[in-house]
């Protein structure tokens, strides 16, 4: 593609790309982004060496003179993002790169890999933490996943709100909290339970944690007591493997404190996902280690995003906004900048994603819509903006991400609410088109059942409505669970029928006539 350009001399022409998901997987409520820092050093270190340049051109894959352009490659255009730890949502402007066609062209499958995969993973993990309420989680996947995706799910897992991992390189590498617990191998290969815990306890204090369900569990978690006393301690924790958790639980807990061990914790594991940590949530559980489904993002291994020009600069020397029609598939033009708009509670209402002529414009337009803005600049001519990358951001990530999750309302106003927002398109980009909800509805969440009515909220305009805007994107369907029967479509349909019913007719006509032009 890169040669080709080179040859048409279109190599060179400014240009727009942005990555955004036109889903969520699996109807969930809302992303995360997750892998910033990550992508922000890929693209300051992307390079092509001389095995790489030697290889392209033994396989005659390339011209001489693309050879000669990779063989000086640097980005040394711009980079906007929602910052790390932020929620998005479907169309969500999650990532913008302006420089020439070829040098941001090249840069898709870096990106999208990073982000694609640390983003699912940070949803999931968010997810989990939620269920969680305030109990820690940790990560204990390395086993579960590619060795060097391993790596990399902790680090997204800690700044979706896990507070420590079992993967000494990602602790080494990111400056994360190591911690764990032996397995079922290492009570295995000593004579009895007695001397495995005896000597784990000699090594790292009776405050460790000791795995109980080897054999029989009552008779370990006796047996685990009395190693730590022996110590001259109290037991830290024990952990559960197996069996009915919730059962096991009550039961261990009782059994600890008629042992007078009523400081000793109880933590679980065994394939945990977020549906088994809130069904624990009644249970006497005071930490969860969770591996296969989180590196796994909960049964959605990639986030869905995309990456694709929404504007380049024409033969004329402008700028013009370009967009696919493909059906399922249609993108829509312009740069644009994303706001989140809070109602009197602090709840977020709306996202705002605006289409404007400059980075700085949409700015402008947010502060007078009274949206706080979403992204941040990481990179500039070239140069990476450095608190965005190593551990000093992944901190700022997790910090980010507690705040951009407590906005968030309730799950069925939340339905309601920011997934319904139709984001708002400016042509010409000094002229806003104002949006507004109507009428409550009832909704399903997909995350808890629940039914609730979402609230009204327009977006103040900064002219007059013109017939030449549109909406940035379709409407987002109302989320529900997804099946065979359909049975989420249809109630998304009727939502929308119901709010129709409640708008005047002269706004609907108005509303017609703007999607239209």
């Known amino acids: 593609m890169v040669d080709s350009a080179i040859a048409s001399g279109t190599a060179g ?281 989180l590196v796994t993002g909960s049964g959605h291994p990639t986030a869905e995003m995309v990456y694709k020009l929404v504007q380049r600069e024409g033969a004329d020397g402008r700028m013009h906004e370009v967009a696919k029609a493909s059906q399922n598939k249609k993108s829509a033009g312009g740069l644009k900048v994303a706001g989140r708009v809070r109602d009197e509670r602090g709840h977020s209402a709306q996202e705002l994603v605006v289409s404007a002529g400059s980075w700085q414009e949409g700015l402008d337009y947010l502060e007078r819509a009274g949206a706080r803005p979403l992204q941040v600049k990481l990179i500039d001519g070239g140069q990476v903006d450095e608190p965005y990358i190593g551990e000093r951001a992944i901190a700022a990530a997790a910090e980010c991400h507690a705040r951009s999750r407590a906005e968030l309302p309730a799950a069925g106003e939340f339905a309601r609410g920011v997934r319904r927002v139709r984001r708002v398109h400016r042509l010409p980009p000094r002229i806003a088109l104002t949006v507004s909800r109507t009428g409550p509805a009832k909704s399903k969440s997909s995350s808890s059942g629940a039914a609730a009515s979402g609230p009204s909220a327009s977006v103040l305009p900064s002219g007059p409505p013109s017939a030449s805007l549109r909406p940035l994107c379709p409407a987002v369907p109302s989320p529900g669970r997804s099946g065979p029967s359909g049975r989420s479509a249809t109630r998304a349909a009727s939502s929308r029928r119901s709010a129709r019913d409640h708008e005047p007719k002269a706004r609907r006509r108005a509303g017609s006539a703007s999607t239209k032009a």
């Open 13 to 293: 022409r400014r240009s727009v790309f942005e990555v955004f998901a036109r889903r969520l997987p699996g109807e969930r409520r809302y992303g995360v982004v997750a892998g910033t820092g990550r992508v922000v050093e890929a693209i300051r270190d992307f390079r092509f060496g001389p095995e790489e340049i030697a290889y392209l051109e033994s396989a005659g894959i390339v011209s001489e003179r693309t050879l000669a352009w990779m063989e000086g490659y640097r980005f040394t255009g711009d980079v906007y993002g929602y910052a790390e730890g932020e929620c998005y949502f479907p169309y969500s402007p999650v990532l913008t790169v302006l420089g020439t066609f070829a040098e941001a062209c090249v840069l898709e499958t870096v990106i999208l890999s990073i982000l694609n995969h640390d983003s699912a993973v940070a949803t999931a993990a968010s997810r989990m933490t939620a269920a969680a309420h305030g109990r820690p989680c940790v990560e204990f996947g390395a086993r579960r996943t590619h060795e060097v995706a391993a790596v990399h799910s902790a680090r997204a897992a800690v700044i979706a709100g896990f507070e420590a991992t079992s993967d000494l390189e990602a602790g080494r590498r990111y400056g994360l909290r190591i911690t764990g617990t032996s397995a079922h191998s290492f009570t295995l290969v000593h004579d009895g339970e007695e001397e495995a815990f005896a000597a784990q306890i000699a090594t790292m204090g009776p405050g460790t944690t000791l795995l109980v369900d080897t054999y029989d569990i009552p008779r370990g978690v006796e047996r685990a007591v009395a190693a730590a006393r022996a110590a001259g301690g109290e037991l830290g924790a024990v952990r559960l493997d197996s069996g009915d958790l919730i059962a096991q639980a009550f039961t261990v807990r009782r059994q600890l404190d008629d042992l007078g061990a009523t400081s000793t914790k109880i933590t679980v594991t065994s394939d945990l996902d977020e549906y088994a940590i809130a069904a624990l949530g009644a249970a006497p559980v005071d930490a969860y280690g969770v591996g296969t489904q």
